[in-house]
């Protein structure tokens, strides 16, 4: 047994030689390993004292040099002297990323322990140079992998603990750097190859690529560009766009995407076939329920087709939300609206109240009907009945004679 030990101890030996022996070269001449590297202003090399809890494939097989402690130690004392001396000198992040052998295109990057030592010298970089203009994780990234490949690996990325803060950051970087380049959402569309379809593929709305599209294309052009219609665009084929709408609205992950698109594919029929903001309120159902109502996505729905209606009918007069309303709804329908509304969370809901109420009350004002009958109506509370009265008042004063 003491023969055996002295053996280990002997590898390890060698081993810490070794490693020493390699991790000096990046030092400079005259400097020893074992000296601790101040850096100059201000920046610390204290974070690269800290360890990270790597898991190589040689331990999960079996014996690995590094398993033994002396042996993982002074790895990690060394290497994090070399990042020390890199940092002290400015070295380019280009190059560190190469002598850390992150630049192999064929490996997910996320896998490599050495990569958060990455993230990390790149963070107290661009610390210590604030004058100057940061370096960007994502540009040395984009010189090794695709879109398609970067794009995929951070979302998976997403779903370790250990990198998902950092893969966030750097999609969001990625997002900026394509929005800084002028690619427009179609643009990325097609680089993706998301406009070319394979029946093989079991869900294209399911595709990591897709979600980075969406997202993209919500950044770049928020409620103007819908997937629907990039996806309309990309497929006028009825048949192939119901067989990718199908196929998302069998998987859980991808099922309200899917119905939100199978419901704008009905409406742009609709809109085709142009249909009146009338007739496309009751066949959203919209004329079954006051409670509840002005939450209801299907009333925003109507509301942008209302919208795009008028936009393609210019002689048409527009069918405002408070004339559709009123035609389904009495008084006491429409207030139950609004009372519903009062303690929700939506922006939106808040808006179409305060609409309904403002439409209301110019009616109201118009018939003469007394403030006390007015409050009575809406059912307001004691902090509410301020602001109703003070509205009502100034819509009272406005229709007197001048």
Do not use: C
Request: net charge positive; glycine share 4%; no cysteine.
């Amino acid at each position: 047994m003491r023969v055996h030990y002295a053996i280990l101890l002997s590898i390890a030996v060698a081993a810490v030689s070794a490693t020493a022996t390699f991790l000096a070269e990046g030092l400079p001449l005259g400097i020893s390993p074992q000296f601790t590297f101040g850096v100059q202003e201000g920046a610390s090399t204290d974070r690269f004292l800290r360890t990270h809890d790597e898991t190589e494939d040689g331990e999960e097989r079996g014996f690995s040099i590094k398993s033994i402690p002396v042996v993982e130690k002074a790895y990690n004392y060394l290497s994090t002297k070399r990042l020390a001396n890199y940092l002290k000198n400015d070295k380019d992040v280009d190059d560190v990323f190469i002598k850390l052998k992150l630049n192999s295109p064929n490996k997910n990057i996320f896998e490599n322990p050495a990569f958060l030592k990455w993230t990390q010298y790149v963070d107290d970089l661009n610390q210590k140079n604030l004058n100057k203009k940061p370096k960007l994780m994502i540009q040395t990234l984009s010189k090794y992998y695709d879109d398609i490949q970067l794009s995929s690996m951070l979302d998976a990325a997403k779903k370790v603990d250990s990198t998902r803060a950092v893969a966030v950051r750097l999609q969001g970087e990625q997002l900026k750097m394509w929005k800084s380049g002028g690619v427009t959402p179609y643009q990325l569309f097609k680089a993706f190859k998301l406009n070319v379809f394979d029946d093989g593929v079991t869900n294209l709305l399911g595709s990591p690529r897709m979600r980075t599209w969406i997202k993209y294309a919500d950044e770049v052009k928020p409620g103007t560009t819908t997937v629907f219609d990039t996806l309309r665009l990309s497929y006028p084929d009825d048949k192939v766009l119901s067989k990718i709408l199908t196929a998302g609205a069998k998987d859980p992950n991808t099922k309200q995407l899917a119905t939100e698109l199978q419901q704008a594919k009905k409406i742009n029929h609709w809109l085709n076939d142009l249909q009146p903001p009338e007739n496309v309120f009751k066949l959203l159902s919209l004329d079954q329920k006051a409670e509840g109502l002005l939450g209801n996505p299907q009333l925003r729905t109507w509301v942008k087709y209302a919208e795009s209606y008028k936009e393609k009918n210019e002689f048409t007069t527009k069918l405002t939300l408070y004339d559709a309303l009123s035609k389904h709804y009495t008084e006491e329908g429409l207030v139950t609206m609004i009372r519903s509304a009062v303690d929700t969370n939506s922006k939106r809901e808040f808006m179409y109240a305060e609409n309904v109420q403002n439409a209301l009350l110019d009616k109201w004002a118009q018939a003469g009907k007394p403030v006390n009958d007015v409050l009575k109506a809406l059912g307001v509370t004691h902090t509410q009945t301020n602001d109703v009265m003070v509205a009502y008042s100034k819509k009272l004063l406005a229709l007197e004679p001048k």
